[in-house]
């Protein structure tokens, strides 16, 4: 009998787990939180939906800062942003990109559809909630009245709602790619130092080459709104649409791989076709009603690029110009 798929026996060592023993690890944790009772499942997505927030809120900030130049504030939201995920990570909450990972055990027929579904379902409006909570206590709380914060939240806000449909879906999809990719180098690392640094270095990836992810969305188009930015609940559901299938389908793609390289043993060939092509079609059904949806409310230019930003709200001065392109290209 094949042990691929089984989880080794630990062992006294700081090397970090191999991929076979991580998708293993994964594959049974997927089973775990398709079990999570629902007041567990709730309390842990408002919690990530909230740990998010403070992320972007962090990575607002930094962003704020003229002094240090482009490709340097970029990176320096990306670690901030980082903060998020490794509170989740390490204190504990679901989150709804992350949990594409559960389709490893899908595929190996551990999961129901129904069970994968339910997680999803409760994480996305659990995640949402939490971010959108936190992004009114920050407007309350007054802190983004220091220095350029409120000003930095609204051009990130702006350059978020006005980005291109087909731009939001494939930066959606990378930004998830590698979303998950630091999940799954959190849990090959042995100590919690080691888990944070595999955290940082992918999550600062995709924000500083400005990727999209819905849930910093979340909190970061409302707190924008909040401030003052030019953006209709339209242009935010417009965004969330796009970006939230893009997240999707850059997740499961990247468990998909590492299931056929590290726990597809053979026995699960025939099988897979069952759960896997009824997920997939469920997927895809779900995708072209959004968009149909998408464009009968929001009109047929809700699946058009748009320009970036109406010319009433670019700035006219040297700094906010590269403070404008910057944030254009952030994502939380």
Same mark, same amino acid.
């Given at each position: 009998?094949?042990?691929?798929?089984?989880?080794?026996?630990?062992?006294?060592?700081?090397?970090?787990?191999?991929?076979?023993?991580?998708?293993?690890?994964?594959?049974? @944790?997927?089973?775990?939180?398709?079990?999570?009772?629902? =007041?567990?499942?709730?309390?842990?997505?408002?919690?990530?939906?909230?740990?998010?927030?403070?992320?972007?809120?962090?990575?607002?900030?930094?962003?704020?800062?003229? @002094?240090? $130049?482009? $490709?340097?504030? %970029?990176?320096?939201?990306?670690?901030?942003?980082?903060?998020?995920?490794?509170?989740?990570?390490?204190? /504990?909450?679901?989150?709804? !990109?992350?949990?594409?990972?559960?389709?490893?055990?899908?595929?190996?027929?551990?999961?129901?559809?129904?069970?994968?579904? %339910?997680?999803? @379902?409760?994480?996305?409006? !659990?995640?949402?909630?939490?971010?959108?909570?936190?992004?009114?206590?920050?407007?309350?709380?007054?802190?983004?009245?220091?220095?350029?914060?409120?000003?930095?939240?609204?051009?990130?806000?702006?350059?978020?709602?006005?980005?291109?449909?087909? @731009?939001?879906?494939? =930066?959606?999809?990378?930004?998830?790619?590698?979303?998950?990719?630091?999940?799954?180098?959190?849990?090959?690392? =042995?100590?919690? *130092?080691?888990?944070?640094?595999?955290?940082?270095?992918?999550?600062?990836?995709?924000?500083?080459? $400005?990727? *999209?992810?819905?849930?910093?969305?979340?909190?970061?188009?409302?707190?924008?709104?909040?401030?003052?930015?030019?953006?209709?609940?339209?242009?935010?559901?417009?965004?969330?649409?796009?970006?939230?299938? $893009?997240?999707?389908?850059?997740?499961?793609?990247?468990?998909?791989?590492?299931?056929?390289?590290?726990?597809?043993?053979?026995?699960?060939?025939?099988?897979?076709?069952?759960?896997? %092509?009824?997920?997939?079609?469920?997927?895809?059904?779900?995708?072209?009603?959004?968009? +149909?949806?998408? +464009? %009968?409310?929001?009109?047929?230019?809700?699946?058009?690029? =748009?320009?970036?930003?109406?010319?009433?709200?670019?700035?006219? /001065?040297?700094?906010?110009?590269?403070?404008?392109?910057?944030?254009?290209?952030?994502?939380?």
């Amino acid at each position: 009998m094949s042990d691929r798929g089984q989880i080794p026996a630990s062992t006294d060592t700081i090397d970090p787990l191999k991929p076979q023993e991580v998708a293993a690890k994964l594959e049974s @944790a997927g089973v775990q939180r398709g079990l999570l009772a629902t =007041r567990s499942l709730v309390l842990l997505g408002l919690l990530g939906g909230v740990y998010i927030g403070f992320g972007g809120a962090l990575a607002t900030l930094a962003l704020s800062d003229n @002094a240090i $130049g482009y $490709g340097l504030g %970029r990176l320096a939201a990306g670690v901030a942003f980082s903060v998020g995920l490794i509170m989740l990570v390490l204190a /504990g909450g679901e989150l709804f !990109t992350g949990n594409s990972l559960m389709t490893l055990a899908l595929a190996s027929r551990k999961l129901s559809l129904q069970s994968l579904m %339910r997680n999803w @379902a409760t994480t996305y409006v !659990t995640n949402a909630l939490g971010a959108v909570v936190l992004a009114f206590a920050i407007h309350q709380s007054g802190i983004l009245d220091a220095g350029d914060v409120k000003a930095t939240a609204i051009k990130i806000a702006e350059a978020k709602a006005h980005l291109g449909s087909s @731009a939001a879906l494939v =930066r959606g999809f990378l930004c998830n790619m590698l979303v998950c990719l630091a999940v799954w180098m959190s849990v090959a690392a =042995r100590s919690l *130092e080691g888990r944070v640094i595999a955290i940082i270095f992918p999550i600062t990836t995709f924000v500083a080459l $400005g990727f *999209e992810h819905c849930i910093a969305t979340l909190y970061l188009l409302p707190i924008g709104m909040l401030s003052g930015a030019n953006v209709s609940m339209l242009d935010l559901t417009r965004n969330l649409v796009f970006v939230s299938l $893009g997240n999707v389908a850059g997740g499961c793609a990247l468990a998909a791989a590492y299931w056929f390289a590290y726990l597809d043993d053979g026995a699960n060939s025939r099988g897979l076709a069952d759960p896997t %092509r009824r997920a997939l079609r469920v997927m895809w059904l779900m995708q072209q009603a959004v968009v +149909a949806w998408a +464009a %009968r409310i929001l009109g047929s230019d809700a699946v058009q690029p =748009r320009a970036t930003l109406a010319k009433s709200t670019r700035g006219s /001065g040297q700094n906010e110009f590269n403070i404008n392109d910057r944030l254009h290209l952030t994502n939380r």
